[in-house]
Each structure stands twice: as structure tokens, then as C-alpha cells.
């Protein structure tokens, strides 16, 4: 195991040591209800939102399907289909992890978790208002601001609910230590609703004059994939990756490195060059694009070193499989992001399907890997019931990346093809959409492969929670009614669960008949006695 | 980096000050901007849409046309935008003053619109294009907009606003189609997309070598004073640009 004179005691792997086995019980109590609802709408949204954006996909090359129908045309049947990824599936999920994480690295029970109960309830009703209302036609106009003014204040209402419980949970948490993932959750959840509001406010509540929209525009869309989005996952991965393997992160320091210079030039970022706006505020924004290399090679060697002999647990783990996927999606779209807002390149890449290649990246690799991977760490925890069948996460697992890999490839590959039929001025639209068919064609079969594989993570979730909930209704609940507890016995015996208790509230399950686990090394002695609280 | 309140004001002052500088300054410096005058001509630049425009405008926001064209004419000097025809000069703040919302775009499925009121100056042309893009582009992605018209059996006296369509697209025998008001304020809308005005930040470009300082071709800085006496040779023609649709 490496540790670095910088290193500080690996928070993560030690939050839920065996000598903290009590707090954990009521710390999942209280985030169970919270953490697993939103989990459950996210992973529907996922599913349903997968399924328009490949329709969408699929009516860019077949234009006369379905054209009949105003609310499934392309430009509102791909803005919804967005929307459901965005806001329906990664800000959802990216919430519930955040509260696990939060609880955990805090070693304290979540703080009101009817707050959360609550805004996940308002969540799921601004989500498909909002969706409805772009189907219908009342966007703003602005990609991923396109809620229309009646569903973004209720989607902003919901998450101040949900973001009170985290920051409260962090402010009253008992380890004053702060790890690296609370740095990027502290930060998210304060940028999203900075990020849109301004957005919101100056764009369909009382839009600025003219082209000042676009400044705006691109600030705050850059805002929502960078700041919030990317901040999330970073989060998890940066939890996650010392957590499975046990070993401590590789450095704080350059840690730090990353989260500051992430910050910094992460908010300048998202006004392509020649977009017509004065040209010191576009060239600024081009300069912070590029300088996104600095915390991208931060975090990826901070990660690589960490992960550095550690191949055994990445091969017997496959939340930790799943994590490095993330790591590693990150990395490449951290990396097209950067290509593409250096000039030279954005001449070309500019108005191409490299974006929408980045967008996908991001939300099926760097957000659907993570969650993906805390899902399969976390639920079977939380919810006291292991997932279903070995092979169904392999699936997941596999299918997702061979779907994602296609998508990418054929995106990417599309959409040079699409920048150099543009740039040749002899070359009609009708050759250069012809050109990069067979490549959107590609992406499109890898985004259904994608969404199948995205399916078997949603069937088994459901399934662990009707496990979870018929468990608990043959245990405690029709025994309560009879007021039998040899009965409670019985069916206790018949699920195999003897020791499980009441739906998992009474007592925690052996460490055993949790999802297989690579043996934990156990936390390095030195360290933990030796950390300073409130070291500076 | 165990201070929650440290981080956060980092993180606060991380996120102002890019909202300052991207959002902020800018609208310091542009946000003010009003009509101006055309280089060398004494019409006022840009002209306010029609009302049928303006509220084609919303039209063409609600089916979502951004997500597939873009309303930027790139730099001449990247080569492409110019040669294809889609507009003598680079897009700059003052074409967008009265564009509520502003849909610049970002991706080029179909061609960029800026100024496809120039092209296509004809609103019929654009009717038939939203019933039926193969129409005029075979192969086109574009989608049709069947919705936006009605399809009615003929009445007494066939409608004179019905698309004249050609056999393969035409309804069958004793039908028309006739745009609905949506497509009607749409092609309006499109028609009125004409922003080629010649500016002093973004001036026509010069056949043979002027005495314009060669900076001005691309600078995209705030609109100064815009009583630049430059040769007049563009004047007729940036009346002519700006002259309002019908």
C-alpha cells in the first residue's frame, strides 16, 4: 500500500469500520427511505429517458416516422428525451448517492430525511411537468434550460429540500475531517442552484437583451455539465475508488490541485470560439476550456496511483469495475472537452456531433458508470437484499460499455466526418448528412445496447426492492397484525434471513450475506490515531 | 481543507467571479446596445421583425429548429460560412437585439439560417420546404411538419392560399392543403431571417485592397459610434437587406 507523506487517513475506508458497526444501523435507517426512492425514479427516468433519445436518434435518419405528431418532432422529442437524462435520471441519482456519501464520510444519521422524502416527491412532479411542457411546445429555447417557466421553480424547490438534508447532514456530521468527495459535494450543491437560477432567471423570466443570452446560455449550460454533473461523479469516484480497494488515496495535496483548479477554470468554460460576443469574454472562456487539462491530470493520476497495485480487488470488484469505468469516461470526455475548445479545433468540431458525443459521454459514462457502481455497492447495504444473479450486473456491466464504446466511437467519428464535410464548402448538406450516416447509425446501435444494458440495472433494483418490501411485510408487519411472533419466526426461516430482523431495521445482516466483497485490508493503525481533528 | 465555511467561500468566490466575467462584464459592456447605423447607408440596423415574424419566432422555439440549425455566421476568415454562402460577415451582438430568445445553435445538421431570408426570399418556397423538405432537398433529415397544415377536402372554390404541389406529393384528387397560421408566421419568420447588414465592427468585405484598417474585418468589440464614413459602395444594398418582410 502506498502512502504519501500527503496522505491523510482514508476517510472512506474507514467510515464504516467493524468498530463503528453500530452507528451504520441507524444512519441506514435514516437514509434508506430517502436514498433508495430516489434511486428508484432516477433508474426509471434512466430507462425511459435511454429510450426517447434513441427514437430521437433514430428520426434524425428517418424524418418521415412518426412526423405526424407534432410533441414526438425531433426538436421536442430530443430535448425531452435530454431533459429525462439530465434532470430525471443523473441530478436525481446524483443526489441520492450524495446523501449516502454524506452520511457516511460524516459518520452521522441523515439529517431530516423527510426534507428528502419530501423533495424527491416535488422532484418527480417538476420533472414531467417539465418534460410534458417541452412535448407540448412551451420550451425556453435554450438546450438543457428548455423547462419551460411553470416547472423550473418546482424543480428548484424540490432540490433546495433534498440540498438541505446534505448540507445539514454535513454541518452536524461527526468527523471533522473533510475528504475529498465532501469538497466536490459542498461545492455541486451549492453551484447547481446558482447555476439555474441565473440561468433561468435571465433567460425566461426576464431574458437579457439580445445576445447576452448566449453569454449566459453558455455559462450556465457549461455550469450544469461541469459543475454539477461532473462534480457529482468525481465525488463518487473520488469515495468510492479508496473505499473498495482500502487503500488511501494516492495524495491530498494533489487532490486539492484538482478541486481548486476544477473550480476555477470549470465556471469559465462553455463559449465556443467565434461565437459572437465580444471577443476578450470568448477568448477568456477558450483559455479556462484548455486549462481543464490541469485538474484532468490531477484527479486521473491521483486515481492511477491510488488504484496502483491494486488489480486484484478491481478484478473481484465490480462496483469498483464499474467506478474505474467512470474514471476513465471522465478522463476521455474531460479530454475531447478540452480538444475541442482550443480554436483551432473548434473551427471544426464546432457545430458537429463531438458535442453530442461529450453529452453522451457524460451522462451514460461519467454520471451512469458511477451510480451504477454505487448502486451495486450501496443497495444491497441499504436495503438489506442482494441484487439478483451474478450474471445481470455483468451485463450491466458489459453491455454498458460495448454500447457506450459504439456510441462514442461513432459519434466522435460522425462528427469529424461532419467537420470536414462543413469546413469543404464544395461538399452539399445532403453529402455530409449522407456521409456521416453509417457513423450516427453506429452510435445509435450502441446507445440501444446501452439502454438494454441500462434496463437489466433498473429490473434488478426493482427487484431487490420488492425482495426488500415482501420481507418486510411477511416479517414484521402481517405478524404485528396477527400478533403472532411464531410467525415471524417462520417466514424469517423460510427467506433464509433468520438473522435479518424486522425489514432490516432491528439488525444489521451478517457482513457474509452481502453482495461478495473483496477482503477489506484493515484501516493502517498509524494513521488513525495520528490524524489531527480539525487539521487545517 | 477541513473548513466546510473555507471551502464554501472559495467555491463562491470560484463560481462570482466567472459570472462576473462571463455574465456580468459582458452585459456591462453590450447590454446597453441599441439600433445603429449601417456602414455607409442611413438605415437603422436592425430592423424590428413584423408582428407574423415575431411571433413565427416562437414557432420556430417550440418545434425546437435550434437543435439542427444554427443563427452564426462563423469568421470569414475560417473559410467555410462565407464560401457557402451563408453570409457576407461574421455574425456579431448587434444581429441579435431583437431575437427573443436568441437561438444561436450549436450543431449544423442543416444549414446555418442567419440569413436564409436572403436565399429563399419567397414565403411559399418556405411553406412547401415545411410540408415536405424532399420536396426541394431530396435526402434531407429534415423532418416534415404535416401538422402544420390542413388537409381539407376542396370546397366550392379551392382555397388560393393551397399548396401547389407537385403529383408525388399532392394530396389525393379532391383534397388541398392549406398552411395552418403556424406555418404561415413560421415562413414569415424565415423570411425575416436577414442579418448581412454591413457594420463597422463587422464590415462587407472589400473586393480589392480599401483603406479600412484590415483589424476591423474581425473584431467583434462593442458597437462604438457608428458614424464611419466608409466608402458608400454597400449602401443601396444594406437598405435593400433590411427592408421589412410583408
Given amino acids: ?536 | 481543507m477541513n473548513r466546510a465555511p473555507l471551502i464554501f467561500l472559495g467555491v463562491f468566490a470560484a463560481l462570482a467571479f466567472s459570472w462576473a466575467g462571463l455574465v456580468l462584464a459582458p452585459q456591462i459592456q453590450i447590454g446597453g446596445q441599441g439600433q445603429k447605423l449601417v456602414q455607409g447607408g442611413d438605415t437603422l440596423y436592425p430592423a424590428r421583425r413584423s408582428g407574423m415574424a415575431q411571433q413565427g419566432a416562437a414557432v420556430y422555439v417550440s418545434l425546437g429548429c435550434v437543435y439542427c440549425h444554427s443563427q452564426q455566421v462563423q469568421p470569414r476568415e475560417w473559410g467555410y460560412d462565407n464560401a457557402r454562402g451563408w453570409g457576407k460577415r461574421r455574425s456579431v451582438a448587434q444581429d441579435y437585439l431583437f431575437d427573443e430568445p436568441v437561438q444561436l445553435g450549436a450543431r449544423r445538421v442543416g444549414p446555418d439560417l442567419s440569413n436564409v431570408g436572403l436565399r429563399f426570399t419567397n414565403e411559399t418556397f418556405f411553406l412547401e420546404f415545411l410540408y415536405n423538405p424532399q420536396m426541394h432537398h431530396p435526402g434531407s433529415t429534415m423532418p416534415p411538419f404535416p401538422f402544420l397544415f390542413d388537409r381539407r377536402r376542396i370546397g366550392k372554390t379551392p382555397s388560393p392560399d393551397a399548396l401547389k404541389l407537385p403529383q408525388q406529393f399532392a394530396p389525393e384528387a379532391g383534397y388541398e392543403v392549406v398552411p395552418k397560421s403556424g406555418a404561415r408566421k413560421l415562413a414569415a419568420y424565415l423570411v425575416s431571417l436577414q442579418s448581412e447588414a454591413p457594420l463597422f465592427e463587422a464590415p462587407w468585405p472589400k473586393a480589392k485592397r480599401t483603406n479600412a484598417p484590415p483589424a476591423a474585418l474581425d473584431t467583434n468589440a462593442p458597437p462604438g459610434t457608428a458614424t464611419n464614413a466608409a466608402p458608400a459602395t454597400n449602401a443601396s444594398a444594406a437598405a435593400a437587406t433590411n427592408a421589412p418582410t410583408k
Avoid at chain 1, 428548455?146 to 418546482?154: C, D, G, I, Q, T
Avoid at chain 1, 404485528?480 to 411464531?486: D, H, Q, T
Avoid at chain 1, 484493515?522 to 488513525?528: Q, R, V
Fill in chain 1, 1 to 536: 500500500m502506498q502512502v504519501s507523506p500527503l496522505t491523510d487517513a482514508p476517510e472512506p475506508g474507514a467510515a464504516d469500520a467493524p468498530d463503528r458497526a453500530a452507528l451504520p444501523e441507524d444512519q441506514d435507517q435514516s437514509l434508506r427511505a430517502p436514498v433508495l426512492l430516489l434511486l428508484l425514479s432516477s433508474l426509471l427516468w434512466l430507462v425511459a429517458g435511454s429510450l426517447a433519445y434513441v427514437m430521437a436518434f433514430v428520426k434524425l435518419h428517418a424524418p418521415g416516422m412518426m412526423a405526424g405528431a407534432a410533441w414526438l418532432t425531433y426538436g421536442r422529442l430530443h430535448p425531452a428525451a435530454t431533459n429525462a437524462l439530465l434532470y430525471g435520471f443523473a441530478s436525481q441519482a446524483g443526489l441520492a448517492i450524495a446523501l449516502w456519501m454524506l452520511a457516511r464520510l460524516g459518520r452521522a444519521p441523515l439529517a431530516f430525511p423527510s426534507f428528502a422524502i419530501v423533495g424527491w416527491f416535488v422532484w418527480n412532479l417538476a420533472v414531467p411537468l417539465g418534460i410534458g411542457g417541452i412535448l407540448l411546445g412551451d420550451t425556453t429555447g435554450f438546450e438543457w434550460f428548455e423547462m419551460p417557466r411553470y416547472a423550473s421553480p418546482a424543480l428548484f424547490a424540490a432540490y433546495a429540500l433534498i440540498a438541505a438534508s446534505a448540507l445539514i447532514t454535513l454541518a452536524k456530521r461527526e468527523e471533522p475531517a473533510l475528504y475529498v468527495s465532501q469538497w466536490f459535494l459542498l461545492a455541486a450543491l451549492f453551484w447547481f442552484p446558482w447555476v439555474w437560477t441565473v440561468g433561468h432567471l435571465l433567460l425566461a423570466f426576464h431574458p437579457l437583451r439580445g445576445v447576452m443570452q448566449a453569454a449566459v446560455h453558455g455559462w450556465a449550460m457549461n455550469g450544469v455539465a461541469t459543475l454539477w454533473l461532473t462534480a457529482l461523479s468525481l465525488a463518487i469516484i473520488y469515495y468510492f475508488i479508496p473505499k473498495i480497494t482500502g487503500a488511501p488515496l494516492y495524495s491530498r495535496g494533489l487532490a486539492q490541485l484538482g478541486f481548486w483548479t476544477f473550480a476555477i477554470c470549470g465556471a469559465w468554460g462553455g463559449l465556443r470560439a467565434g461565437t459572437p460576443l465580444p471577443a476578450w469574454v470568448v477568448s477568456v472562456s477558450v483559455a479556462a476550456g484548455v486549462s481543464m487539462i490541469v485538474p484532468l491530470v490531477a484527479n486521473a493520476a491521483n486515481w492511477s496511483h491510488t488504484l496502483s497495485g491494486q488489480r486484484n480487488q478491481v478484478m473481484q470488484s465490480l462496483p469498483l469495475q464499474f467506478i474505474v469505468a467512470a474514471a476513465g469516461s471522465y478522463v476521455l470526455t474531460a479530454f475531447l472537452g478540452v480538444l475541442t475548445s482550443a480554436r483551432g479545433v473548434s473551427k471544426f468540431t464546432g457545430f458537429t456531433c463531438v458535442a453530442t458525443a461529450q453529452h453522451v459521454l457524460l451522462i451514460f459514462g461519467v454520471v451512469g458508470f458511477a451510480v451504477g457502481g454505487a448502486i451495486y455497492y450501496l443497495v444491497p447495504r441499504l436495503a438489506q437484499t442482494e441484487f439478483c444473479c451474478d450474471k445481470a450486473p455483468k451485463i450491466h456491466f458489459y453491455g454498458g460499455l460495448a454500447g457506450l464504446g459504439l456510441a462514442t466511437v461513432g459519434l466522435v467519428i460522425g462528427g469529424l466526418v461532419q467537420g470536414a464535410g462543413l469546413s469543404d464548402a464544395s461538399k452539399t448538406m445532403i453529402e455530409i448528412i449522407k456521409s456521416t450516416k453509417p457513423w450516427l447509425q453506429l452510435s445509435a446501435a450502441g446507445l440501444l445496447v446501452l439502454t438494454v444494458a441500462n434496463g437489466f440495472l433498473a429490473v434488478n433494483f426493482i427487484g431487490v426492492l420488492v425482495k426488500t418490501t415482501r420481507r418486510c411485510v411477511l416479517e414484521c408487519v402481517l405478524p404485528e397484525l396477527r400478533g403472532s411472533r411464531r410467525q415471524e419466526a417462520q417466514t424469517s426461516m423460510e427467506s433464509g434471513l433468520a438473522h435479518a430482523g424486522c425489514c432490516g431495521l432491528e439488525k444489521g445482516l451478517p457482513e457474509t450475506a452481502l453482495q461478495p466483497e473483496p477482503p477489506r485490508q484493515p484501516p493502517p493503525p498509524a494513521l488513525k490515531p495520528a490524524k489531527k481533528r480539525r487539521r487545517k
